[in-house]
């Protein structure tokens, strides 16, 4: 009795083990795993008394038992597929050799007490070409550390063009969550986090409209004290408006002004193209006022966001003067860009605006802007501009969101 109890923590030490071990939970043939576990009680009968055996035999049986019931579960079925896919993937991925071989030529130098070169460094960034390589280079960042902090009493970390570098391969491989880590202050890896990384990981989220990923990254900006600035700005605003993102871009664009930050033409044309083409007229003034007193003169983007704020208001006159003032004052080269600029706001713009209104007042808009349209290229071909468009290209019936 006594005996018993003093090894019953052992006992419960054993059973943990066991339900630990998730690899053999998800064999697919239930009998697999009461081979696995029988043999594990054979195994251990050489070391403890029997009647400790009889205990751990109980609670294995219990333990099969519980795991026959969840194998034919459906939602443990689908969970032990998905992770063993999960576990195939990372089974089937192994380093590169290139990068194998330019790792342990660095691992060697350490170990011989030697800073390696850091030539062998950059070969070992252009040599990623998979997740497992971007776990070599981190794992080597670390060792560097390390042995700059202990052997040659270095506290500082390395430049900040390591850190572009090392945030550019991991985009490279698609090992985001490696590449955020290139942004926290507080790292193993003496890395120094930059505004210029950054600006790398929001490009990638911006070709892949990945709106979530922006919203990750810039939530590690502001930890991180790192600042804000114009061309973050850019991307961001690029993000939102391709993502169809109004309500982040609100909430960016208060940060970015409460920053402090002089938002740049380009933003202001995004972000104002983005309004008209939702039909916010409310927020398009707005923007049109903060632009007004950071930027002097219009860019095409602006100046035809502001062309549709005044047709959305009925001020068809109002429109086209604005859109005869952009033809004269941007350069000769720029004209081109205008008439294309002016065919969109007549064909496309009208029924992306019907969109994002409600079903019962997109009639009586979409009537309209069609009539206010034509006002405006009557005034436009009077002052000489040629505006060639079919009069029944404009907002076609049937082309009206039902």
Known sequence: MHLASNFRPVS??????????????????????????????CQRTRSFSSAINHGFQTNSTIYVRELVYFREHPLFSMTSRACSTSIAKEVDETPTEAAKEVYHKMLKSLE???????????????????????????????SLRKFRLSNLRIHENFNSHLCQRVADACIR????????????KHNVYGI??????????????????NAKLMVDIMKLLKKNDLPLQPGTADIVFSICSSTDSWGLISKYSKKFIKGGV???RTSFGTWMVFA??????????????????????HNLATGVSCAKGYLLECKPENAASVIHMLHEKLPTEKRPE?????????????????????????????????KDIQTVIGILMNE??????NQEDIIREEAIPA
């Open 12 to 41: 419960r030490l054993y059973q943990a083990r066991y339900f630990l071990n998730f690899d053999w939970c998800f064999t697919p043939d239930v009998q697999k795993v009461e081979d696995c576990v029988i043999s594990h009680q």
């Open 112 to 142: 011989g007490e030697t800073m390696p070169p850091n030539a062998l460094l950059w070969s070992l960034i252009d040599s990623c070409r998979n997740r497992e390589d971007i776990k070599l280079l981190f794992q080597m960042l670390q």
């Open 173 to 184: 491989v698609g090992a985001l969550d490696f590449g955020k880590k290139v942004l926290f």
């Open 192 to 209: 120094t986090p930059t505004i210029a990384s950054v600006h790398h990981l929001l490009s990638y989220a911006k070709e892949h409209n």
């Open 262 to 264: 002089k938002l740049r």
């Open 276 to 297: 008209a083409r939702r039909g916010d007229v409310e927020s398009l003034w707005k923007i049109e006022d903060l632009r007004s007193k950071t930027v002097k003169q």
């Open 338 to 370: 205008i008439l294309a600029e002016i065919l969109k706001m007549i064909i496309e713009w009208p029924l992306e605006v019907l969109k994002c209104q409600k079903k019962e007042d997109r009639k009586a808009l979409a009537n309209s802007l069609r």
């Open 384 to 389: 000489g501009l040629e505006v060639t468009v």
